[in-house]
């Protein structure tokens, strides 16, 4: 009797310290779709799976989702059979993967906590080995019940914490994250924070890379933002950015906050601008919906008839052009890198506001509102 007591509780503290690791894990992920949706796309990359790199911001937010409600249905003992399997394989998949990536397969950060908590894969596979067998001792606790025998309760709880998880992803991949854990978050001082960076961080050699095909020979070449070439000849068809790093680098340091354009480097003039600085962030300016675009012209108007200043940032080449169309109207240009964009705003377009170079305000296209 006092063997079975001690197996109830030990489960049970098994239970609850898997229920609140798989509920933090989930919901800083879940909160910020486009981090995890980056995080996939490089383990893709390192797998060889770039083909399923499409799917990589859908199945983020039900991964995210699916871990967010896992770690509630554990917590509050709803049909605690079946979720004990999901959890006891998902941390045999975790701990096998962490694994790979601490030694064959290296990178940077395994991504388990987002950007809230940064463990090292071998600090993360660490992590994995305690859990896992905290899984298995859940599992066994609870083996003896039915699977999928859901009583009204229990069922109306899933559906709950699964339309909550996956309309809170969701929520965030259309608006920004609740949360903000990167460092060009509201209230930073971006070039004040670079200087402190620039102090007590590493400078990893990283360096942002054009790939342009040559219109009329098909031949690929590859070039640094500083070289005048591929801004000046018409010969070239923009393919790609690339970000490459000796250390394998998933997000720029804000150190390495940098705007360029055919005149030269741009950063420390606009970052020092007094007053107030709207930042427009275009990904791609084929694809920005009708409506953004609408969005984008109305604050630049009001905006210019306040005295205000209004930029565009975008990491798509600007052929030597030091200027942009947004709607019908003329705005100065920067290119910045892809990755750096993706940091400072995670949306494809979007608006930065500083106010004497503090980040008063962030938007996604969506919430911009004149």
């Not at 486009?34 to 790199?53: F, M, P, Q, R, S």
């Not at 709803?78 to 601490?102: D, E, G, K, Q, Y």
């Not at 990491?315 to 892809?338: F, H, K, M, S």
């Given at each position: 009797?006092?063997?079975?007591?001690?197996?109830?509780?030990?489960?049970?503290?098994?239970?609850?310290?898997?229920?609140?690791?798989?509920?933090?894990?989930?919901?800083?992920?879940?909160?910020?779709?486009?981090?995890?949706?980056?995080?996939?796309?490089?383990?893709?990359?390192?797998?060889?799976?770039?083909?399923?790199?499409?799917?990589?911001?859908?199945?983020?937010?039900?991964?995210?989702?699916?871990?967010?409600?896992?770690?509630?249905?554990?917590?509050?003992?709803?049909r605690i059979r079946l979720?004990?399997?999901?959890?006891?394989?998902?941390?045999?998949?975790?701990?096998?993967?962490?694994?790979?990536?601490?030694?064959?397969?290296?990178?940077?950060?395994?991504?388990?906590?987002?950007?809230?908590?940064?463990?090292?894969?071998?600090?993360?596979?660490?992590?994995?080995?305690?859990?896992?067998?905290?899984?298995?001792?859940?599992?066994?606790?609870?083996?003896?019940?039915?699977?999928?025998?859901?009583?009204?309760?229990?069922?109306?709880?899933?559906?709950?914490?699964?339309?909550?998880?996956?309309?809170?992803?969701?929520?965030?991949?259309?608006?920004?994250?609740?949360?903000?854990?990167?460092?060009?978050?509201?209230?930073?001082?971006i070039q004040q924070a670079?200087?402190?960076?620039?102090?007590?961080?590493?400078?990893?050699?990283?360096?942002?890379?054009?790939?342009?095909?040559?219109?009329?020979?098909?031949?690929?070449?590859?070039?640094?933002?500083?070289?005048?070439?591929?801004?000046?000849?018409?010969?070239?068809?923009?393919?790609?950015?690339?970000?490459?790093?000796?250390?394998?680098?998933?997000?720029?340091?804000?150190?390495?906050?940098?705007?360029?354009?055919?005149?030269?480097?741009?950063?420390?003039?606009?970052?020092?601008?007094?007053?107030?600085?709207?930042?427009?962030?275009?990904?791609?300016?084929?694809?920005?919906?009708?409506?953004?675009?609408?969005?984008?012209?109305?604050?630049?108007?009001?905006?210019?008839?306040?005295?205000?200043?209004?930029?565009?940032?975008?990491?798509?080449?600007?052929?030597?052009?030091?200027?942009?169309?947004?709607?019908?109207?003329?705005?100065?240009?920067?290119?910045?890198?892809?990755?750096?964009?993706?940091?400072?705003?995670?949306?494809?377009?979007?608006?930065?506001?500083?106010?004497?170079?503090?980040?008063?305000?962030?938007?996604?296209?969506?919430?911009?509102?004149?």
């Amino acid at each position: 009797m006092r063997n079975k007591r001690i197996i109830k509780l030990l489960a049970h503290v098994c239970r609850t310290i898997l229920a609140l690791t798989f509920l933090l894990s989930g919901f800083v992920k879940t909160i910020d779709p486009w981090g995890t949706a980056l995080k996939v796309n490089e383990y893709l990359t390192i797998y060889g799976w770039d083909a399923l790199k499409p799917a990589a911001m859908g199945f983020s937010i039900w991964l995210c989702g699916a871990e967010l409600m896992m770690g509630a249905m554990l917590l509050f003992k709803v049909r605690i059979r079946l979720v004990s399997i999901f959890a006891l394989l998902s941390m045999i998949i975790f701990t096998v993967i962490t694994f790979l990536s601490a030694t064959v397969l290296p990178v940077e950060d395994c991504g388990c906590f987002g950007d809230a908590l940064k463990l090292t894969p071998w600090q993360t596979f660490v992590k994995n080995l305690i859990a896992l067998p905290m899984a298995f001792i859940v599992w066994w606790r609870y083996r003896p019940d039915r699977i999928f025998q859901f009583n009204r309760l229990e069922f109306a709880l899933m559906c709950l914490f699964f339309g909550s998880s996956m309309g809170l992803g969701y929520y965030c991949y259309r608006h920004l994250p609740l949360i903000d854990f990167l460092p060009y978050r509201v209230g930073v001082h971006i070039q004040q924070a670079m200087s402190e960076a620039a102090e007590v961080e590493p400078t990893d050699e990283e360096e942002t890379l054009l790939v342009f095909r040559n219109v009329t020979d098909g031949s690929m070449r590859t070039f640094t933002l500083e070289d005048p070439e591929w801004q000046q000849n018409d010969q070239w068809e923009w393919v790609e950015t690339q970000s490459v790093s000796s250390t394998n680098v998933v997000r720029p340091l804000i150190s390495e906050f940098a705007l360029h354009n055919a005149d030269g480097d741009a950063t420390q003039e606009l970052l020092s601008h007094p007053g107030r600085l709207y930042m427009l962030c275009v990904t791609t300016f084929s694809q920005i919906p009708q409506e953004c675009s609408a969005r984008m012209k109305a604050l630049v108007e009001q905006a210019t008839a306040q005295g205000d200043r209004v930029i565009c940032l975008t990491p798509e080449p600007l052929y030597g052009e030091t200027t942009c169309w947004i709607g019908d109207q003329r705005v100065a240009c920067y290119n910045i890198d892809a990755s750096t964009m993706k940091t400072l705003l995670r949306a494809d377009n979007g608006l930065v506001v500083l106010q004497d170079g503090v980040i008063e305000a962030k938007y996604n296209c969506l919430d911009i509102k004149p």
